[in-house]
């Protein structure tokens, strides 16, 4: 099972929605993807379940997982034709208090994956925005990870602050982790502000591709997902963009990020 | 001083833009503002910090009076007439985990703040994406929140549970705290989706107004700030959009919002 973390302490750059796109596509060709929502805000959970009209969440979530040792596969619920879910809960905001000093507590995911491990093809993990506890657990249980981006002033001085903890935690914490790529997401093009944002970090990024780091391998992903209201539509419907609007541009774009991952990043 | 916390835990919805920006509109109408960054990620810091292009921050900041007790008088830095700014740095984001356990923690702004209660008229309070110990800090600190919320799915759920915060806040921690205005940003005319949730706002507010909770006087601000790439450009100049793009639409409505607050938030 590969292990994708979606990540970025920015806020509101993109990170749920990419997931869950994502996840979507990847189940559309094939692939069995289970989606776990780390955020304690659970809107990828709310976006995939289908009591959301209603926004109610099940009793049982990762919440449980961390602080009461349940089982992951207890907790996941289907989402779809090869798409199922790891849901949060609001308590999951308890747990960097609750976990404060216990040894391990970065770890705790990592060590439950194993008994889901033959189930699916592809785990994809939903982030909050923030470097804690949660993301953590995320970092030390995934092999890659991706960062959506939006392309605005201040986008790269978080994504430096986000490499130097990649590369903290795959020194210390787990040697196989990756940046497998950066995503441009809301992209406003014609707006100069994003060219130029995008410019600086396809830079950076072809300069680090000779050093010994975990990103000297990362893609700056060719597709850039524009700014498109259907996809902020689709959540209230309690569907990805390829049910919710099959022929918009979200749509596309995250069709053609699938691709894109199917034949950079994944293996068939 | 009045004191103002901008709030949200949903992230990327416009909290440091509006910070940034009404703090310059109503220190343009002559109001000596001071603006309290207590994001780790410093946004509003950088925005206003004349060493923005390269992204310093000074070594002194809000860290320094949480965890070595310096006065907030030390450490506030000019930002332009009649404006002043107290700035965060990345050690903020230690706080939360530093902080665990220790008694008092959420009130240590507050305690902070009567030194400078005659050195300004406004103080306004930019929060991160969490309802953390930094967060809370803020709530105990004001006298009022301001929301700004981005018309999309899953904005109201998210601000129910602000509101819960709040409630609990105000009961056990700060009773003068209440919810001056909710702000709806990066608004998108035109699109049925930001109509929707627009409606469902302000018809939330309408039904709370004869409760007795801290969100029964919350205006609904009329003003809608509109979404305009000036405002996302501002940031890498160090300017206000008063000084980057004084007649775009950015400015025209964060000037009509100060209108808006002077008129019936703030008293003359
Ligand atoms: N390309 C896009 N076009 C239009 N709206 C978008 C796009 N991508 C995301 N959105 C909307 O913008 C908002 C923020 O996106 P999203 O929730 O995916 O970001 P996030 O990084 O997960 O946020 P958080 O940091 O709060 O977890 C959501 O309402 C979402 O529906
Ligand atoms: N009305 C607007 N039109 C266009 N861009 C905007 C607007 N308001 C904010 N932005 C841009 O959108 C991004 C997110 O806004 P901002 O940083 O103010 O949100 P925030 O709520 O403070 O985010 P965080 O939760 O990460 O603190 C920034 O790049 C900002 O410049
Ligand atoms: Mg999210
Ligand atoms: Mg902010």
């Not at 905001?93 to 040894?103: I, K, Q, R, T």
């Not at 590369?167 to 940046?179: C, D, E, I, K, P």
């Not at 996809?231 to 609007?245: C, K, M, N, R, V």
């Amino acid at each position: 099972m590969r292990k994708i973390a979606v990540l970025n302490q920015k806020g509101g750059v993109g990170k749920t929605t990419t997931a869950v796109n994502l996840s979507a596509a990847l189940a559309r060709r094939g692939r069995k993807v289970c989606l776990a929502d780390l955020d304690p805000q659970a809107h990828a959970s709310l976006h995939l379940s289908s009591g959301l009209r209603d926004a109610r969440l099940p009793d049982r979530n990762l919440y449980d997982v961390f602080i009461h040792e349940a089982n992951l596969r207890d907790i996941t619920q289907p989402a779809g034709e090869n798409l199922w879910v790891i849901p949060s809960g609001i308590d999951l905001s308890a747990v960097e208090l609750e976990m404060a000093g216990v040894a391990g507590r970065e770890v705790i995911l990592r060590q439950k994956l194993p008994v889901i491990d033959d189930d699916y093809d592809l785990l994809v993990i939903d982030c909050p925005p923030s470097l804690g506890i949660l993301t953590l657990n995320a970092l030390t249980a995934a092999d890659e990870v991706f960062i959506p981006l939006q392309p605005h002033f201040l986008a790269l001085h978080g994504v430096s602050k986000l490499l130097e903890t990649i590369s903290l935690v795959s020194q210390r914490l787990n040697a196989q982790l990756t940046l497998a790529g950066v995503l441009l997401c809301m992209f406003e093009s014609g707006t100069k502000l994003a060219k130029e944002v995008a410019g600086d970090v396809a830079e950076f990024f072809e300069q680090a591709h000779d050093q010994n780091t975990p990103w000297a391998n990362a893609r700056l992903f060719e597709t850039k997902i524009r700014r498109n209201i259907k996809l902020a539509e689709a959540p209230s419907y309690g569907q990805s963009i390829f049910d919710y609007a099959p022929t918009s541009p979200g749509a596309q774009d995250y069709d053609a990020l699938a691709d894109e991952v199917v034949e950079h990043i994944l293996p068939t």
